[in-house]
């Protein structure tokens, strides 16, 4: 089956994609958000791919080198054996900074016998919208278009160019190397030095992963996640891509497509707090420094969403030129969803706020930027969480007032008033503590609908949504409390199909949803655990993993009928939730254990 499977590699500026066969099918240049230079998972024809190919008789495994961001891919036909191993390279350099150029290697290891293959190289920049013309010089290839715009990509390597390019076969009786770089080398490579560079990246990988705790129960599919959200963090600024790819469909041949190589405030504040659980504080602190960077004014609104340099303005765009992913059109680029209103991202904010300074108190260089963001916070969420909004599910029609959206302005007022108390601010606990108050018995009088006996999408709807299941985990309710049991029993009633999740089942203005949404799942899980059914929780998370790809990686959406991974790739949602899931199974495990030992 037709899994999305692909491998991530990534050195925290970019990132590419590479199918279980070796092809290098997703790849923007020189950062996340750039045009694309291969892109043929967005058109098989069209789109570019360097691909890597074997006769028939070959056998070919895949898998990561574990606890790193580097992908091999195993040839062999019994008595002759090679290896890719695919990364972009990212380590310490001697003045203490990263080394994470805009480049891709694919380094050829020899195993055993003389294996035989050809690859064909044909990149296609600018999202193929003009030709790419390839050029063999004396120490590189380079690749060019000048329709939209001047564009270069430049290959070298330790084979024979003209075979290369001619897709003629190679003969392979010691490693080598092929070296993908957006900008020229100024001094050559070797196989030697593509050989250091994957040491070297190596080395960093492994040591990020020996900083994180490791646990009793689903340590490699904590490891996992944890090295791909790392992947889809962008360096320069702290920002968190929401996924590496636009346009993968949530749903095959329908129109659900979406450009997800952004920073969404939710999804990014969501990934740091489970990040900061791992400890990993300097991704925390860049993070909330790319926040403070972007509320210069006490009174400015947040958007939802924002380009990975910050930018505010994200005009979405199609190419029809592109077929789509398995014909699905349109392929957009930007998006249109940041000039939407999401009153839940302040509540979400402030929750990754308030959980750096309880974690980091004693190493937090901006304590008054945050203790003036978090009065600016109060003062807007006090203006407008009466308001309607899109909601968490970005709407695209009219505004509701969404109990999600609610619910996090409560968030909003209590974690402001838990940081007031860790900075001593007592005059401000009284007059927020009212709000709080205020918002919490709104949300219990308009969201809970008795005839649902459930907490409902939306006030005065019968509508309900998989995102209410989080009133629990942001401590709006108790896990036992009757009221969010009986919400969890309705939504698994209403919502669950052979135990995946929609987000919701009422038309949208797309619609009705076809495809369920993966963190949904981990959400009914994680409350499943919570309201303690953990045995029926446990089963429903190893049910869910089963439906990864072969690398263990998921994307936004599965497919009801066939399992199929959908939507865009790798989600950086999904896998913040699988951690968390995981994370509480073993605790469990590790608390059983403890009790063990004292009887």
Same mark, same amino acid.
């Given at each position: 089956?037709?899994?999305?499977?692909?491998?991530?590699?990534?050195?925290?500026?970019?990132?590419?994609?590479?199918?279980?066969?070796?092809?290098?099918?997703?790849?923007?240049?020189?950062?996340?958000?750039?045009?694309?230079?291969?892109?043929?998972?967005?058109?098989?024809?069209?789109?570019? $791919?360097?691909?890597?190919?074997?006769?028939?008789?070959?056998?070919?495994?895949?898998?990561?080198?574990?606890?790193?961001?580097?992908?091999?891919?195993?040839? $062999?036909?019994?008595?002759?054996?090679?290896?890719?191993?695919?990364?972009?390279?990212?380590?310490?350099?001697?003045?203490?900074?990263?080394?994470?150029?805009?480049?891709?290697?694919?380094?050829?290891?020899?195993? $055993?016998?003389?294996?035989?293959?050809?690859?064909?190289?044909?990149?296609?920049?600018?999202?193929?919208?003009?030709?790419?013309?390839?050029?063999?010089?004396?120490?590189?290839?380079?690749?060019?278009?000048?329709?939209?715009?001047?564009?270069?990509?430049?290959?070298?390597?330790?084979?024979?160019?003209?075979?290369?390019?001619?897709?003629?076969?190679?003969?392979?009786?010691?490693?080598?190397?092929?070296?993908?770089?957006?900008?020229?080398?100024?001094?050559?490579?070797?196989?030697?030095?593509?050989?250091?560079?994957?040491?070297?990246?190596?080395?960093?990988?492994?040591?990020?992963?020996?900083?994180?705790?490791?646990?009793?129960?689903?340590?490699?599919?904590?490891?996992?996640?944890?090295?791909?959200?790392?992947?889809?963090?962008?360096?320069?600024?702290?920002?968190?891509?929401?996924?590496?790819?636009?346009?993968?469909?949530?749903?095959?041949?329908?129109?659900?497509?979406?450009?997800?190589?952004?920073?969404?405030?939710?999804?990014?504040?969501?990934?740091?707090?489970?990040?900061?659980?791992?400890?990993?504080?300097?991704?925390?602190?860049?993070?909330?420094?790319?926040?403070?960077?972007?509320?210069?004014?006490?009174?400015?609104?947040?958007?939802?969403?924002?380009?990975?340099?910050?930018?505010?303005?994200?005009?979405?765009?199609?190419?029809?030129?592109?077929?789509?992913?398995?014909?699905?059109?349109?392929?957009?680029?930007?998006?249109?969803?940041?000039?939407?209103?999401?009153?839940?991202?302040?509540?979400?904010?402030?929750?990754?706020?308030?959980?750096?300074?309880?974690?980091?108190?004693?190493?937090?260089?901006?304590?008054?930027?945050?203790?003036?963001?978090?009065?600016?916070?109060?003062?807007?969420?006090?203006?407008?969480?009466?308001?309607?909004?899109?909601?968490?599910?970005?709407?695209?029609?009219?505004?509701?007032?969404?109990?999600?959206?609610?619910?996090?302005?409560?968030?909003?007022?209590?974690?402001?008033?838990?940081?007031?108390?860790?900075?001593?601010?007592?005059?401000?606990?009284?007059?927020?503590?009212?709000?709080?108050?205020?918002?919490?018995?709104?949300?219990?009088?308009?969201?809970?609908?008795?005839?649902?006996?459930?907490?409902?999408?939306?006030?005065?709807?019968?509508?309900?949504?998989?995102?209410?299941?989080?009133?629990?985990?942001?401590?709006?309710?108790?896990?036992?409390?009757?009221?969010?049991?009986?919400?969890?029993?309705?939504?698994?009633?209403?919502?669950?199909?052979?135990?995946?999740?929609?987000?919701?089942?009422?038309?949208?203005?797309?619609?009705?949803?076809?495809?369920?949404?993966?963190?949904?799942?981990?959400?009914?899980?994680?409350?499943?655990?919570?309201?303690?059914?953990?045995?029926?929780?446990?089963?429903?998370?190893?049910?869910?993993?089963?439906?990864?790809?072969?690398?263990?990686?998921?994307?936004?959406?599965?497919?009801?009928?066939?399992?199929?991974?959908?939507?865009?790739?790798?989600?950086?949602?999904?896998?913040?939730?699988?951690?968390?899931?995981?994370?509480?199974?073993?605790?469990?495990?590790?608390?059983?254990?403890?009790?063990?030992?004292?009887?």
């Amino acid at each position: 089956m037709d899994n999305l499977n692909y491998g991530i590699i990534g050195n925290c500026r970019s990132a590419a994609l590479i199918s279980d066969t070796g092809s290098l099918d997703w790849c923007c240049l020189p950062q996340f958000d750039s045009t694309s230079v291969f892109a043929k998972l967005l058109d098989n024809k069209n789109g570019g $791919s360097f691909e890597i190919k074997t006769k028939y008789n070959y056998e070919i495994h895949q898998e990561y080198y574990r606890n790193t961001a580097i992908l091999v891919t195993r040839y $062999s036909d019994g008595e002759n054996t090679f290896e890719v191993h695919d990364f972009m390279p990212r380590y310490h350099k001697l003045t203490g900074k990263y080394n994470a150029p805009p480049e891709i290697v694919r380094y050829v290891k020899h195993i $055993s016998g003389t294996p035989r293959f050809s690859v064909h190289y044909d990149p296609r920049l600018e999202y193929a919208q003009g030709n790419t013309a390839n050029h063999v010089k004396a120490n590189f290839i380079v690749s060019l278009t000048n329709k939209q715009k001047f564009d270069t990509l430049f290959l070298y390597t330790s084979f024979n160019k003209n075979r290369v390019m001619d897709g003629e076969e190679i003969v392979l009786k010691e490693d080598g190397y092929f070296l993908i770089c957006y900008n020229e080398k100024i001094l050559k490579p070797t196989t030697e030095k593509m050989s250091l560079e994957l040491e070297r990246t190596k080395i960093y990988w492994l040591d990020w992963v020996d900083r994180t705790p490791t646990y009793k129960q689903f340590n490699d599919e904590i490891m996992r996640s944890a090295i791909t959200l790392k992947m889809l963090t962008y360096d320069k600024t702290g920002a968190v891509l929401a996924a590496a790819t636009t346009s993968l469909p949530e749903t095959i041949g329908e129109v659900r497509n979406w450009d997800y190589r952004f920073c969404w405030i939710r999804d990014a504040s969501m990934v740091i707090k489970v990040v900061s659980e791992l400890g990993h504080k300097n991704s925390a602190k860049r993070y909330l420094q790319f926040i403070i960077d972007l509320m210069p004014d006490k009174d400015e609104k947040l958007q939802i969403m924002y380009g990975i340099n910050k930018q505010k303005t994200l005009t979405e765009k199609t190419l029809e030129h592109l077929e789509g992913y398995k014909g699905s059109k349109p392929v957009r680029i930007g998006n249109a969803a940041y000039k939407q209103k999401q009153n839940d991202i302040y509540g979400i904010l402030m929750d990754v706020i308030y959980e750096q300074l309880v974690k980091f108190s004693n190493d937090m260089e901006n304590g008054e930027e945050l203790w003036s963001i978090t009065k600016g916070i109060v003062w807007i969420v006090s203006k407008h969480w009466r308001e309607p909004d899109k909601g968490i599910w970005e709407f695209r029609g009219e505004d509701r007032h969404f109990t999600f959206s609610k619910v996090l302005c409560w968030v909003a007022l209590d974690r402001a008033i838990k940081v007031a108390r860790i900075f001593g601010k007592s005059r401000k606990i009284e007059k927020w503590t009212a709000l709080e108050q205020e918002i919490k018995e709104d949300i219990h009088e308009h969201a809970w609908n008795p005839d649902r006996n459930a907490f409902v999408q939306s006030y005065g709807s019968s509508d309900l949504d998989a995102s209410v299941l989080l009133m629990e985990s942001y401590g709006f309710i108790h896990a036992r409390d009757p009221k969010f049991v009986s919400t969890v029993r309705a939504i698994e009633e209403d919502l669950s199909n052979d135990g995946l999740l929609y987000r919701y089942k009422n038309e949208d203005d797309f619609g009705l949803p076809s495809s369920s949404f993966t963190i949904c799942t981990f959400w009914f899980i994680n409350s499943l655990f919570k309201i303690g059914e953990e045995e029926k929780a446990l089963a429903h998370f190893e049910r869910l993993l089963s439906y990864s790809n072969h690398l263990g990686l998921f994307s936004e959406d599965i497919d009801f009928k066939t399992k199929r991974l959908l939507g865009n790739f790798p989600q950086a949602y999904s896998h913040l939730a699988l951690i968390e899931c995981a994370i509480n199974f073993s605790r469990k495990k590790s608390e059983e254990k403890i009790l063990e030992s004292i009887g």
